[in-house]
């Protein structure tokens, strides 16, 4: 059973950073994910990691956030750096098995609040 379990969301300030960990359980996943979902917005696309490292990142945060990945503990990372009030958002981990960049699984969600 694939069992996807994120910690480190929380409050900060705008322009503070903050880091996410997923751990990922129940296979052996290809592609990881996050995707954030914002009041009223629908869920989207944050940044993805291969299984050997290649990443891609949405434009709105390309050079503010890192993905990166365990592979040894099955866990994935974002770290989030100068982050924005509209970086406000429930942000989900993904996980998947098959095709790059595509996900099946997702974590139950992380709150992360930017205050200006």
């Known amino acids: 059973q694939v069992q996807l379990v994120e910690s480190g969301g929380g409050s900060v300030q705008a322009g503070g950073s903050l880091r996410l960990s997923c751990a990922a359980s129940g296979g052996t996943f290809s592609s990881l994910g996050w995707f954030r979902q914002a009041p009223g917005k629908e869920r989207e696309f944050v940044a993805g990691?291969?299984?050997?490292?290649?990443?891609s990142y949405a434009d709105s945060v390309k050079g503010r956030f890192t993905i990166s990945r365990d592979n040894a503990k099955n866990t994935v990372y974002l770290q989030m750096n100068s982050l924005k009030p509209e970086d406000t958002a429930v942000y989900y981990c993904a996980a998947g098995t098959g095709a790059y960049m595509t996900y099946g699984y997702w974590g139950q969600g992380t709150q992360v609040t930017v205050s200006s």
């Open positions: 990691i291969s299984r050997s490292g290649s990443t």
